[in-house]
């Protein structure tokens, strides 16, 4: 049996697992959350104190999810963490779906979620700077990386987005969003980008 699996990546708090988890409840999937998975199983090389993270064993975690993925019973699994392109099998993979939230939205979502000080910035700067999206493309071609911009979009609307590119309605795509651009027009850059 063919399973799809589906990657949900994007910079901290984007509202990775906020869309994964009604993602998995609409195609009765099977859902992964990686910092849980992490944490359980102690696949963890250390922390780093310094950013108050954990710093994760990607080749042990690798092995764990392909397990994973062999043994589920579901005919999808949605595997949601900021570094998922990195720890799951290439060949296994459906889709990536890149989440994008304008960095002015995000700063805010990011205050909510207790970010500060320079992890704060350094979170928006990665963003900003698309690195989320550069990892995807770092490792897939584009046809399977799908951005989303999810600024100002209820979950809802953000998985029927991705329920639509799933049913072939809507085209995946990539370069749909310009931070840099955007935040330079309206002035915003040099406070935005402090690293
Ligand atoms: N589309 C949305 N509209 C409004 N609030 C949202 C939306 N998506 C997520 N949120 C809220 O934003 C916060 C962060 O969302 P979430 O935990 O899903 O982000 P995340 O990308 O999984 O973060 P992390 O990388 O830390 O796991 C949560 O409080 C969530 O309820
Ligand atoms: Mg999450």
Known sequence: MSKRVILMTGTPCVGKTAVARLLTSKLDAFYVNLTDLALHENLILGRDEERGSIIVDENRMLCRIREIIEDCYKKAIIIDGHYAVSVVPKELTTYVFVLRRDPVELRRFMEQCGFSGRKLWENLASEILDVCLCDALNV?????????DVSGKRVEEI??????????????RVGVVDWLGRLESEGLLEEFLRI
């Open 140 to 148: 897939y071609e584009e046809g399977k990386v799908c951005e989303l």
């Open 159 to 172: 998985v029927g987005e991705i329920l639509d590119i799933l049913n072939g309605s809507k085209k995946c």
